[in-house]
């Protein structure tokens, strides 16, 4: 329950709403809260510039913000399945959900230094809900292509998708809504609206406590359809934070992943700060899989980002910086940067913990995906391991790199377990303990 205080230009409209049609679903709520056209998170960040949401100065940090490592690798991996295409002379790579574009800008950077054959082949197009104010590098979703061979990339996008939110009472699922009594925002428990937020959960009702609370993500079937006019034949790579359906329902979870991040404060409470903080929920992978699925996309695997970018070599990223001090190349402190950056990106505490699920649809344009004929294979480095795609080639460096990325030690390392304590600066356990 919220303190009141006088309602901001959002929460009045929400209180108007609500005044006339009742109580609304969370996930309007979060609709509204994230999206709304000008008062929304996303929309009133983006529309000042200087004031993104993810970084140093935002609200939290993400993998491609943390070190041009993480789209090195993924641009090994991109390269290795053009190849596993045939090497088409065209492989497009659409980023869904691309934010302030650095993930475009280090895959694209290091693909010209490192990789001149790829280079050729692929076209790299950038998109958001939100593009931010200006930006020549991020479209909006309206400029998203259509029928393409190549791969659609996405990190942190769909526990960024508004959620419903139900919570078990006597042996029933119902569904919890947003209402607005006595000057502030609550939450009230209705009977459920949407019959899917009830199917998804009903398999687990018999183990799960009274008071038991989640979420259920709606809109993935939008997202797979989109995909799927995306994507005529190729790959699709979705990192985010979230577990199969019976992981996601575990009867432990008791309060569900629902969280809020302000100035890199974690939080559990969306009903505060409407419009000035970001709302999360963990991914259902298991409806990743089958919305997918109803387009013929297959699930090639899912695996921790650790694992993932282990496989592709982020080991070699490290000898090679580790040799920079010697070479005089990197001070003591340029190169502690480096590699506290890395390291927090197979941190399995932290990022490294992030899911990374793959998934292909095959021939439809003719191209056959090219898979190793040995069983459990799936012919990508990132997901079988064997020779490191990253040796032999230069580390990308948070020195050179054009994007702007955190800097971890002089924002106090929130990914630091040894860091002494920062006022209102959560561990990076707790920031993502999957406890509840
Ligand atoms: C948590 S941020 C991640 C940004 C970036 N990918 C990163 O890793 O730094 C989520 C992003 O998804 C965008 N987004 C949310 N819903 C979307 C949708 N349906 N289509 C495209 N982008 C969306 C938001 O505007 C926001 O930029």
Redesign the pocket.
């Known amino acids: 329950m919220t303190t009141p205080t006088a309602p901001n230009e959002l929460e009045e409209r929400l209180i108007d709403h609500i005044g006339r049609y009742g109580p609304i679903t969370f996930e309007a709520f979060m609709e509204a809260a994230?999206?709304d056209e000008h008062l929304g998170y996303?929309p009133s960040r983006?529309r000042q510039p200087g004031s993104a949401?993810?970084g140093t100065d935002g609200d939290?940090f993400?993998?491609?913000?943390t070190h041009p490592a993480f789209g090195a690798l993924l641009a090994l991996q991109l390269r290795e399945m053009w190849q596993r295409l045939g090497s088409p002379g065209e492989f497009v790579v659409v980023?869904?959900?691309?934010?302030?574009g650095?993930?475009r800008t280090d895959i694209t950077e290091y693909t010209e230094r490192e990789l001149p054959d790829f280079a050729k082949a692929m076209q790299y197009v950038a998109?958001?809900?939100?593009?931010p104010a200006g930006s020549e590098s991020v479209a909006g979703?309206d400029e998203l292509p259509t029928g393409i061979t190549g791969c659609v990339v996405?990190?942190?996008?769909l526990?960024?998708?508004p959620v419903n939110r139900f919570i078990i009472q006597a042996g029933s699922v119902r569904e919890i809504f947003v209402d607005y009594r006595d000057g502030t925002f609550v939450e009230v428990v209705q009977d459920v609206v949407e019959p899917e937020v009830e199917a998804r959960v009903l398999p687990f009702v018999r183990s799960l406590p009274d008071s038991y609370r989640g979420e259920v993500n709606l809109?993935l079937g939008?997202?797979s359809d989109?995909v799927s006019a995306t994507l005529d034949s190729g790959y699709v790579i979705t990192?985010d934070y979230g577990f199969d359906r019976p992981d996601l329902y575990a009867p432990t979870r008791l309060l569900g992943s629902l969280r809020c991040y302000y100035q890199h404060t974690l939080g559990q409470d969306p009903l505060r700060r409407i419009g000035k903080q970001?709302i999360?929920a963990h991914v259902d992978f298991t409806a990743v899989d089958h919305t997918l699925a109803v387009n013929g996309f297959t699930r090639v695997a899912n695996t921790t980002q650790s694992e993932f970018l282990m496989n592709l070599g982020i080991e070699d990223f490290l000898s090679d910086v580790g040799e920079r001090p010697v070479r005089k190349e990197l001070s003591r402190l340029e190169f502690e940067e480096e590699t506290a950056g890395i390291g927090a990106l197979i941190d399995p505490e932290g990022l490294g913990r992030f899911r990374v699920a793959v998934h292909s649809r095959g021939a439809a344009s003719g191209l056959e995906i090219k898979r190793e004929q040995v069983a459990g294979h799936t012919g990508l480095s990132g997901l079988d391991g064997g020779p490191s795609l990253a040796a032999g080639h230069a580390a990308p460096l948070l020195q050179t790199a054009t994007a702007d990325h955190a800097r971890l030690l002089r924002a106090g390392n929130p990914f630091s377990q040894s860091r002494p304590q920062i006022e209102n600066m959560p561990t990076w356990e707790q920031l993502f303990s999957d406890e509840p």
């Open positions: 994230l999206y996303y983006r949401p993810v939290y993400t993998s491609p913000v980023e869904m959900g691309a934010g302030d650095v993930l998109t958001d809900l939100v593009p979703t996405s990190n942190e996008l526990d960024a998708h809109r939008y997202w989109s990192v970001d999360t």
